[in-house]
């Protein structure tokens, strides 16, 4: 299997993605290999501070980026050679099965759904985040930013999306799926969710145990939890940042640390064809390595390929209705 | 000044408002009399559990209550006499300056708005909700749930409301007011949001910081952070359940206590034609004696003169624009 890891991405680029590799190197199995794309002599340069062998990576020299705050669509349109146009086009001609970039967001959020198409049935391809419950397990929280308008619709397609992740990659059984609202009572909430409501309830393909509020998110009483776009970016963000203040007081202390999103991988762009995670601009060598473990993890349970069946399936049995 | 106090109301009824009046008794000044609205009989009794002198509170009857789980509107029309009415008939009146309840949120949500009229001008009365920011000074978040549905030029009142709040009460000067959103760009978020940033940033009569992110909520961006009621319920559930969960690990610690909601009191319902003060449920003693408090201060410093005036003004200039 081999993962593409964009050098030229994030905060902290080069130093950060190159720590990334270097400690995802041998950590996720024998059959992995690491693709580095981005500047030779950089990479190299990084490599030997660490003391890592150069002929244990791939290297794709690749010296054009796409800068953190350019615009998303006139940075991938207007440097077709850059980390994050190179590394999607591998995996859209297969010689990448997964690619992993902490670079500009939007503009890797445009490559991998314009490169790499949705899947068949998908309206709304959509990024989630995972976060502990209070048992420090993983929940799924999307749509975190992809849509920020979201219709009912879109938020069943997260549904589905979120509980085929959970269940193949996490391993989690019958995800139970949460709508965030305001209250537990079906006619709660603005008219766009108390819609998606009715689309949940019935769909007969999910696990729904209905509205969900903002406290049950570390209270664990679901595993997906979906909402637009616009509410889960705040959600997520809001989190994070409560354990940075945290940790400002309690470094080091496992606890606090169940709360580190860094601990958590990324969860791929889902609904695309093909295997793309975003991270955090500010992701250190421990957050990318997480996510290239993230990358192998939905490449080896096949995720996009059970996907494509699932909506395949649905599309069939909603025309022999 | 006299504050009441519904004592059959909130999930600890009447335990915990008795005992928040005896402690707020004295706390905030020799001019405040507590006016204890609910059954008598139960109210000596619990004076009496805490040694309290019955003389030193003044005690209205009143037998009647809107269950937690009744249907706010029904509960309100068929149960005239009930502790919230009573309560809200005696603002109207001029018979008390403030009250304050744990009961039914939604039956004190309709009472009051109904029972005391909206300020001329104010197109929404909001609920908002103090939070600590990383060095433990409150910021206000509103809507909280009053408005799931909040179109942009009620945003356009929260912010005006909440920093009047935040001014006279808070003694805030110029608050800064930050619009939620998913990036600090203007471009980015809902159509709505961007219609909000729109007339937030044109008013001319708010210290308007742009938009704000969910990490900016710890980390002091603002002092007034707005968004819909939909997603100003998740945000303050979440946070909430935060300071549970840390509990559950470092009782009685400061640094995790300052994240305690039963320490900033509540905001009373902007907007309206008197203080009126809605609690969570969830209130024990320490939380009602800090609405007490809250309801103090609000008359104090003419909260609602201060918002009629400020709305007088509004629409004056707009009339000579």
Same mark, same amino acid.
């Given at each position: ?83 994050? *146009? @190179? ?6 001609? %297969?010689?990448? !099965?997964?690619? +992993?970039?902490? &670079?500009? =967001? #939007? ?103 209905? *509205? @969900? ?6 209270? %664990?009483?679901? !595993?997906?939890? +979906?909402?637009? &776009?616009? =509410? #889960? ?89």
């Amino acid at each position: 299997m081999r993962i593409g890891v964009d050098i030229l991405g994030g905060d902290f680029w080069p130093e950060a993605p190159v720590e990334g590799a270097v400690l995802a190197l041998d950590k996720f199995g024998p059959d992995i290999e690491l693709v580095l794309i981005g500047d030779e002599n950089l990479i190299r340069q990084e490599l030997a501070k660490h003391g890592a062998d150069p002929s244990r990576f791939s290297i794709v020299n690749c010296t054009e980026m796409v800068g953190m705050e350019e615009s998303p669509t006139k940075g991938i349109a207007s440097k077709p050679n850059s980390t994050i *146009n @190179v590394g999607i086009g591998m995996v859209k001609t %297969g010689q990448l !099965d997964g690619f +992993v970039s902490a &670079g500009n =967001t #939007g503009a890797m959020l445009v490559a991998s759904i314009m490169g790499l198409g949705r899947i068949p049935g998908v309206n709304r391809p959509t990024i989630g985040a995972l976060f502990p419950n209070h048992n420090g397990e993983p929940i799924l929280l999307l749509d975190v930013g992809a849509n920020v308008d979201s219709k009912p619709e879109h938020i069943l397609h997260y549904a589905r999306l979120g509980s085929i992740y959970m269940e193949s990659v996490r391993k989690v059984e019958k995800p139970r799926v949460g709508l965030m609202n305001v209250g537990e009572e079906e006619s709660k909430g603005p008219a766009d969710v108390k819609a998606a409501h009715a689309l949940l309830k019935e769909s007969g393909r999910l696990n729904f145990v209905g *509205n @969900v509020e903002g406290r049950d998110i570390y209270h %664990g009483k679901a !595993d997906v939890y +979906v909402c637009d &776009g616009y =509410t #889960g970016n705040i959600i997520l963000k809001f989190g994070e940042s409560m354990y940075d203040v945290l940790k400002s007081r309690y470094a080091g202390d496992a606890f606090i640390e169940a709360f580190n999103f860094e601990n958590y991988g990324g969860v791929p762009i889902l609904g695309i064809r093909g295997i793309s995670i975003i991270g955090h601009g500010i992701s250190n060598g421990k957050a990318i390595a997480s996510m290239i473990g993230s990358a192998v993890e939905a490449v080896r349970n096949g995720l996009v390929q059970k996907i494509e069946a699932a909506f395949q399936t649905d599309a069939q049995t909603a025309d022999t209705k």
